[in-house]
């Protein structure tokens, strides 16, 4: 049974930095494509990045140059490296999995989703 557990969200002023971890389990990590996404209160569901199994990465105009993600494999973990955070960047965020690769931010590609983490940006 996949699992995808969040953590790492909270509260900080703009400018400050977060890590979200997304804890996975039950399928074989290191073959999957993860991906973040983010919803903020009356938007949709938007992708932030994604990684695929190769190590490569994308990411959304809005948050490149200031957000990273990365894997730790032997951990089965997800990392979002949230810097220079905006007000804007206030939304609940999720980790999302799918055995295919491809480093798309639709939602629709992924099969596997996390409950979510909450981040705030205060201005």
């Known amino acids: 049974q996949v699992q995808l557990v969040e953590s790492g969200g909270d509260s900080v002023q703009a400018g400050g930095s977060l890590r979200l971890s997304c804890a996975a389990s039950?399928?074989?990590?290191?073959?999957?494509?993860m991906g973040w996404f983010r919803r903020a209160p009356g938007k949709e569901r938007e992708g932030v990045a994604a990684?695929?199994?190769?190590?490569?990465?994308s990411y959304a105009d809005s948050v490149k140059g200031r957000f990273t993600i990365s894997n730790y494999d032997a951990k089965n973990t997800l990392y979002l490296q949230m810097n220079s955070l905006r007000p804007d960047d206030t939304a609940m965020y999720y980790c999302a999995a799918k055995p295919r690769h491809g480093r798309g931010l639709g939602a629709g590609l992924y099969d596997y989703w996390g409950q979510g983490t909450q981040v705030t940006v205060s201005s």
């Open positions: 990684i695929d199994s190769d190590g490569s990465t």
């Open positions: 039950g399928f074989t990590y290191s073959v999957y494509c």
